[in-house]
Protein backbone atom coordinates (compact mmCIF):
# COMPACT_ATOMS: atom_id res chain seq x y z
CA UNK A 1 0.00 0.00 0.00
CA UNK A 2 1.45 3.49 -1.40
CA UNK A 3 2.45 5.97 1.85
CA UNK A 4 2.41 8.62 -1.15
CA UNK A 5 0.26 11.69 -0.35
CA UNK A 6 -1.90 12.89 -2.31
CA UNK A 7 -2.98 16.37 -4.35
CA UNK A 8 -6.04 17.14 -6.19
CA UNK A 9 -5.87 19.50 -8.89
CA UNK A 10 -8.85 21.17 -9.78
CA UNK A 11 -9.53 23.51 -12.57
CA UNK A 12 -11.52 25.18 -15.41
CA UNK A 13 -10.55 24.06 -18.83
CA UNK A 14 -9.01 26.79 -20.63
CA UNK A 15 -7.54 28.38 -17.33
CA UNK A 16 -4.26 25.07 -17.38
CA UNK A 17 -2.98 24.74 -21.09
CA UNK A 18 -1.67 21.22 -21.47
CA UNK A 19 1.94 21.91 -21.36
CA UNK A 20 1.45 23.43 -18.11
CA UNK A 21 -0.70 20.05 -16.74
CA UNK A 22 2.24 18.27 -18.32
CA UNK A 23 4.70 19.95 -16.74
CA UNK A 24 3.13 19.75 -13.14
CA UNK A 25 3.12 16.14 -13.60
CA UNK A 26 6.85 16.06 -14.50
CA UNK A 27 7.80 18.38 -11.47
CA UNK A 28 5.47 16.51 -8.54
CA UNK A 29 7.88 16.30 -5.71
CA UNK A 30 8.82 12.76 -4.60
CA UNK A 31 6.28 11.36 -1.73
CA UNK A 32 3.35 12.70 -3.65
CA UNK A 33 0.58 11.86 -6.56
CA UNK A 34 -0.82 14.33 -8.47
CA UNK A 35 -4.81 14.03 -9.68
CA UNK A 36 -6.13 16.33 -11.98
CA UNK A 37 -10.10 17.00 -11.72
CA UNK A 38 -10.99 19.10 -14.95
CA UNK A 39 -14.43 20.93 -14.85
CA UNK A 40 -16.31 18.37 -16.81
CA UNK A 41 -15.66 15.63 -14.03
CA UNK A 42 -18.86 14.78 -12.86
CA UNK A 43 -20.06 15.73 -9.11
CA UNK A 44 -19.29 12.36 -8.07
CA UNK A 45 -15.80 11.87 -9.43
CA UNK A 46 -14.65 15.06 -8.09
CA UNK A 47 -16.37 14.92 -4.60
CA UNK A 48 -14.53 11.34 -4.33
CA UNK A 49 -11.57 12.36 -5.37
CA UNK A 50 -11.34 15.55 -3.03
CA UNK A 51 -12.66 13.24 -0.35
CA UNK A 52 -9.43 11.07 -0.33
CA UNK A 53 -6.94 14.28 -1.32
CA UNK A 54 -4.34 14.90 1.26
CA UNK A 55 -3.91 18.30 -0.58
CA UNK A 56 -5.94 20.28 -3.30
CA UNK A 57 -4.89 22.47 -5.56
CA UNK A 58 -7.34 25.04 -7.21
CA UNK A 59 -7.24 27.32 -10.89
CA UNK A 60 -10.24 29.29 -12.28
CA UNK A 61 -13.58 27.42 -10.54
CA UNK A 62 -14.92 27.80 -7.20
CA UNK A 63 -15.29 25.31 -4.53
CA UNK A 64 -18.48 24.44 -2.44
CA UNK A 65 -17.53 20.61 -1.44
CA UNK A 66 -16.92 21.55 2.33
CA UNK A 67 -18.53 18.30 3.68
CA UNK A 68 -16.40 15.92 1.86
CA UNK A 69 -13.46 18.08 2.82
CA UNK A 70 -12.20 15.50 5.56
CA UNK A 71 -8.39 15.18 4.55
CA UNK A 72 -6.87 17.76 3.08
CA UNK A 73 -4.29 19.96 4.85
CA UNK A 74 -4.47 22.76 2.40
CA UNK A 75 -6.49 23.86 -0.30
CA UNK A 76 -3.90 26.19 -2.58
CA UNK A 77 -5.34 28.41 -4.95
CA UNK A 78 -2.77 29.44 -7.86
CA UNK A 79 -3.88 33.13 -8.97
CA UNK A 80 -3.35 36.16 -6.87
CA UNK A 81 -7.50 37.06 -6.69
CA UNK A 82 -9.90 35.18 -3.96
CA UNK A 83 -12.68 36.88 -4.25
CA UNK A 84 -14.97 33.61 -5.70
CA UNK A 85 -13.89 31.52 -2.26
CA UNK A 86 -15.86 31.73 0.62
CA UNK A 87 -12.86 32.32 2.85
CA UNK A 88 -14.91 31.59 6.26
CA UNK A 89 -16.25 27.92 5.20
CA UNK A 90 -12.30 27.18 5.01
CA UNK A 91 -11.63 28.50 8.28
CA UNK A 92 -14.42 27.01 9.92
CA UNK A 93 -13.36 23.65 7.94
CA UNK A 94 -9.89 23.85 9.48
CA UNK A 95 -7.63 24.11 6.28
CA UNK A 96 -5.62 27.22 5.46
CA UNK A 97 -6.69 28.65 1.98
CA UNK A 98 -3.71 30.14 0.04
CA UNK A 99 -2.96 32.09 -2.70
CA UNK A 100 0.07 32.29 -5.60
CA UNK A 101 2.01 34.20 -2.80
CA UNK A 102 2.79 36.95 -5.67
CA UNK A 103 3.99 34.49 -8.36
CA UNK A 104 1.99 36.02 -10.81
CA UNK A 105 3.49 39.88 -9.64
CA UNK A 106 6.02 40.07 -12.31
CA UNK A 107 3.96 39.83 -15.01
CA UNK A 108 0.86 41.52 -14.11
CA UNK A 109 3.37 44.80 -13.43
CA UNK A 110 5.00 44.46 -16.40
CA UNK A 111 1.38 44.69 -18.16
CA UNK A 112 0.66 47.61 -16.43
CA UNK A 113 3.39 49.14 -17.21
CA UNK A 114 2.56 48.18 -20.89
CA UNK A 115 -0.88 49.63 -20.68
CA UNK A 116 0.14 52.71 -19.50
CA UNK A 117 2.76 53.35 -22.18
CA UNK A 118 -0.12 51.93 -24.60
CA UNK A 119 -2.38 54.73 -23.62
CA UNK A 120 0.43 57.43 -23.56
CA UNK A 121 1.53 56.87 -26.82
CA UNK A 122 -1.81 56.28 -28.41
CA UNK A 123 -1.34 52.95 -29.82
CA UNK A 124 -4.66 51.53 -30.55
CA UNK A 125 -4.93 54.87 -33.23
CA UNK A 126 -1.04 54.21 -34.64
CA UNK A 127 -1.53 50.20 -34.98
CA UNK A 128 -5.04 50.28 -36.35
CA UNK A 129 -4.34 52.97 -38.45
CA UNK A 130 -1.35 51.13 -40.02
CA UNK A 131 -3.62 47.88 -40.50
CA UNK A 132 -5.72 50.00 -42.54
CA UNK A 133 -2.97 51.25 -44.37
CA UNK A 134 -3.06 54.86 -43.10
CA UNK A 135 0.67 56.50 -42.10
CA UNK A 136 -0.19 58.49 -39.04
CA UNK A 137 2.90 59.70 -38.88
CA UNK A 138 3.15 62.20 -36.44
CA UNK A 139 -0.34 63.84 -36.54
CA UNK A 140 -0.93 63.32 -33.00
CA UNK A 141 2.22 64.08 -31.74
CA UNK A 142 1.80 66.84 -29.24
CA UNK A 143 -1.07 64.61 -27.56
CA UNK A 144 1.20 61.65 -26.29
CA UNK A 145 3.51 61.61 -23.38
CA UNK A 146 6.26 60.02 -21.72
CA UNK A 147 6.51 58.01 -18.37
CA UNK A 148 9.38 59.52 -17.49
CA UNK A 149 8.72 62.48 -14.30
CA UNK A 150 5.23 61.47 -14.64
CA UNK A 151 3.99 60.55 -10.84
CA UNK A 152 2.42 56.75 -11.07
CA UNK A 153 -0.50 55.97 -8.17
CA UNK A 154 -1.09 52.44 -7.54
CA UNK A 155 -4.34 51.61 -5.50
CA UNK A 156 -2.84 48.37 -3.27
CA UNK A 157 0.73 47.74 -2.40
CA UNK A 158 1.02 44.23 -2.19
CA UNK A 159 3.50 42.04 -4.10
CA UNK A 160 1.74 43.38 -7.54
CA UNK A 161 1.77 47.02 -6.73
CA UNK A 162 5.23 46.87 -5.36
CA UNK A 163 6.45 45.60 -9.14
CA UNK A 164 4.98 47.95 -10.63
CA UNK A 165 6.90 50.70 -8.26
CA UNK A 166 10.20 48.58 -9.24
CA UNK A 167 9.83 48.60 -12.96
CA UNK A 168 7.89 52.49 -12.88
CA UNK A 169 10.99 53.44 -10.98
CA UNK A 170 13.64 52.14 -13.75
CA UNK A 171 11.50 54.53 -16.12
CA UNK A 172 12.25 57.61 -13.94
CA UNK A 173 8.89 58.04 -12.81
CA UNK A 174 7.49 59.32 -9.18
CA UNK A 175 6.00 56.76 -7.61
CA UNK A 176 3.19 57.30 -4.82
CA UNK A 177 0.71 54.73 -3.41
CA UNK A 178 -2.48 54.35 -1.40
CA UNK A 179 -2.85 51.41 0.85
CA UNK A 180 -5.07 51.27 4.22
CA UNK A 181 -2.33 49.36 5.96
CA UNK A 182 0.76 51.49 6.58
CA UNK A 183 3.66 50.13 4.57
CA UNK A 184 7.07 50.20 6.61
CA UNK A 185 9.66 52.75 5.77
CA UNK A 186 11.75 50.21 4.90
CA UNK A 187 9.66 49.00 1.70
CA UNK A 188 8.69 52.43 0.97
CA UNK A 189 12.54 52.91 0.63
CA UNK A 190 12.79 50.08 -1.02
CA UNK A 191 10.43 51.23 -3.48
CA UNK A 192 11.61 54.71 -3.53
CA UNK A 193 7.74 55.28 -3.22
CA UNK A 194 5.68 57.40 -1.09
CA UNK A 195 2.17 56.43 0.99
CA UNK A 196 -0.37 58.64 0.58
CA UNK A 197 -4.37 58.81 1.60
CA UNK A 198 -6.80 58.03 -1.89
CA UNK A 199 -8.22 61.52 -2.36
CA UNK A 200 -4.35 63.15 -2.21
CA UNK A 201 -3.19 60.09 -4.87
CA UNK A 202 -6.30 60.55 -7.13
CA UNK A 203 -5.82 64.32 -7.04
CA UNK A 204 -1.58 64.55 -7.99
CA UNK A 205 -1.42 61.23 -9.96
CA UNK A 206 -0.44 61.32 -14.00
CA UNK A 207 -1.58 57.80 -13.74
CA UNK A 208 -3.76 55.52 -11.61
CA UNK A 209 -3.28 52.02 -11.44
CA UNK A 210 -5.58 49.59 -9.69
CA UNK A 211 -4.09 46.57 -7.68
CA UNK A 212 -6.16 46.04 -4.92
CA UNK A 213 -8.07 42.55 -4.34
CA UNK A 214 -11.60 42.16 -4.54
CA UNK A 215 -13.42 42.46 -1.36
CA UNK A 216 -16.36 44.58 0.31
CA UNK A 217 -14.10 47.37 0.70
CA UNK A 218 -12.81 47.65 -2.69
CA UNK A 219 -15.92 46.87 -4.84
CA UNK A 220 -17.31 50.02 -6.83
CA UNK A 221 -14.31 52.01 -5.14
CA UNK A 222 -13.26 53.28 -8.82
CA UNK A 223 -16.38 55.26 -9.27
CA UNK A 224 -18.00 58.28 -10.33
CA UNK A 225 -16.10 60.17 -7.23
CA UNK A 226 -13.32 58.91 -7.90
CA UNK A 227 -12.63 59.95 -11.24
CA UNK A 228 -13.53 63.34 -10.70
CA UNK A 229 -10.74 63.60 -8.04
CA UNK A 230 -8.42 62.51 -11.00
CA UNK A 231 -6.69 65.18 -13.33
CA UNK A 232 -8.18 65.54 -16.86
CA UNK A 233 -4.86 64.74 -18.25
CA UNK A 234 -4.45 61.32 -16.30
CA UNK A 235 -5.36 57.98 -17.42
CA UNK A 236 -6.80 54.74 -15.13
CA UNK A 237 -5.10 51.59 -15.63
CA UNK A 238 -6.41 48.55 -14.12
CA UNK A 239 -5.43 44.77 -13.64
CA UNK A 240 -7.03 44.11 -10.62
CA UNK A 241 -10.20 42.57 -10.85
CA UNK A 242 -13.43 43.96 -12.85
CA UNK A 243 -15.97 44.77 -10.54
CA UNK A 244 -13.35 47.25 -8.52
CA UNK A 245 -14.29 49.52 -11.18
CA UNK A 246 -17.76 50.97 -11.73
CA UNK A 247 -17.82 50.97 -15.63
CA UNK A 248 -20.89 53.06 -15.90
CA UNK A 249 -18.41 55.79 -14.51
CA UNK A 250 -15.26 54.75 -16.14
CA UNK A 251 -17.19 55.77 -19.66
CA UNK A 252 -18.61 58.55 -18.66
CA UNK A 253 -15.78 60.01 -17.21
CA UNK A 254 -14.04 59.58 -20.68
CA UNK A 255 -16.69 60.66 -22.73
CA UNK A 256 -16.50 63.97 -20.49
CA UNK A 257 -12.85 64.52 -20.39
CA UNK A 258 -12.38 64.08 -17.22
CA UNK A 259 -9.82 61.53 -17.99
CA UNK A 260 -7.31 61.31 -20.41
CA UNK A 261 -7.29 57.59 -21.50
CA UNK A 262 -7.50 54.08 -19.82
CA UNK A 263 -6.03 50.80 -20.10
CA UNK A 264 -8.19 47.53 -18.78
CA UNK A 265 -7.59 44.19 -18.55
CA UNK A 266 -10.26 43.39 -16.36
CA UNK A 267 -14.38 44.28 -16.88
CA UNK A 268 -17.35 44.19 -14.89
CA UNK A 269 -18.48 40.90 -16.83
CA UNK A 270 -16.53 38.71 -18.03
CA UNK A 271 -16.42 37.46 -21.26
CA UNK A 272 -17.27 41.20 -21.34
CA UNK A 273 -19.90 41.65 -24.22
CA UNK A 274 -18.87 42.90 -27.93
CA UNK A 275 -20.64 46.24 -27.51
CA UNK A 276 -18.81 47.26 -24.48
CA UNK A 277 -18.98 51.20 -24.97
CA UNK A 278 -15.11 50.88 -23.60
CA UNK A 279 -14.04 49.32 -26.98
CA UNK A 280 -13.24 51.32 -30.39
CA UNK A 281 -11.89 54.42 -28.53
CA UNK A 282 -8.91 55.80 -29.69
CA UNK A 283 -7.91 56.20 -25.91
CA UNK A 284 -8.06 53.17 -24.44
CA UNK A 285 -6.13 49.98 -24.55
CA UNK A 286 -7.90 46.97 -23.61
CA UNK A 287 -7.02 43.12 -23.27
CA UNK A 288 -9.01 40.20 -22.39
CA UNK A 289 -8.15 39.54 -18.59
CA UNK A 290 -4.93 37.68 -19.81
CA UNK A 291 -2.31 40.08 -17.83
CA UNK A 292 -1.15 37.44 -15.02
CA UNK A 293 -0.94 34.63 -17.84
CA UNK A 294 2.94 33.67 -19.17
CA UNK A 295 4.54 30.56 -19.22
CA UNK A 296 7.03 31.63 -16.89
CA UNK A 297 4.46 32.42 -14.11
CA UNK A 298 2.83 29.24 -14.78
CA UNK A 299 6.07 27.98 -13.70
CA UNK A 300 6.00 30.22 -10.86
CA UNK A 301 2.73 29.02 -9.63
CA UNK A 302 3.28 25.23 -10.01
CA UNK A 303 6.69 25.54 -8.01
CA UNK A 304 4.95 27.48 -5.27
CA UNK A 305 2.08 25.24 -4.81
CA UNK A 306 4.01 22.17 -4.35
CA UNK A 307 6.90 24.06 -2.02
CA UNK A 308 3.93 25.51 -0.06
CA UNK A 309 1.94 21.37 0.25
CA UNK A 310 5.60 20.28 1.18
CA UNK A 311 5.63 23.14 3.63
CA UNK A 312 2.58 21.82 5.49
CA UNK A 313 3.43 18.12 5.01
CA UNK A 314 6.66 18.92 6.95
CA UNK A 315 4.59 20.26 9.71
CA UNK A 316 5.48 24.01 8.95
CA UNK A 317 2.97 26.73 8.52
CA UNK A 318 2.29 27.38 5.02
CA UNK A 319 3.09 30.87 3.06
CA UNK A 320 0.27 33.57 2.01
CA UNK A 321 -2.95 32.09 3.84
CA UNK A 322 -5.50 34.06 2.97
CA UNK A 323 -7.60 33.17 5.96
CA UNK A 324 -5.57 34.58 8.70
CA UNK A 325 -7.66 33.87 11.59
CA UNK A 326 -6.67 30.32 10.54
CA UNK A 327 -4.93 28.72 13.46
CA UNK A 328 -1.85 25.84 11.97
Not at 50 to 79: N, P, T
Not at 241 to 265: C, F, K
Not at 307 to 314: D, K, L, T
Amino acid sequence: MSNEEKIVFLYRVGHIPQEIVDHALNTVPNGYTLTFSPEEHSDEERRTLVADADHLICYGRGFDDFDVLKKAKIFQVLSAGFDRFDIPAFTRAGIPICNNGGANAPTVAEHAIMLMLSVFKKLPIHHNGLHNGEWIGHRHGLEMRELRSKQVGIVGFGHIGQQVARIANGFLATVAFFDPLEISQSVKDEYKASQMDLKELLKTSDVITVHTPLNDATRGMMNKEAFSQMKNSAIFISTARGSVTVEADLINALDTGQIAGAGLDVFEEEPTPNNNKLFNRDNVVVTPHMAGTTIDTSYRRIAFAFENIQRVSRGEKPLAVINTDFQN
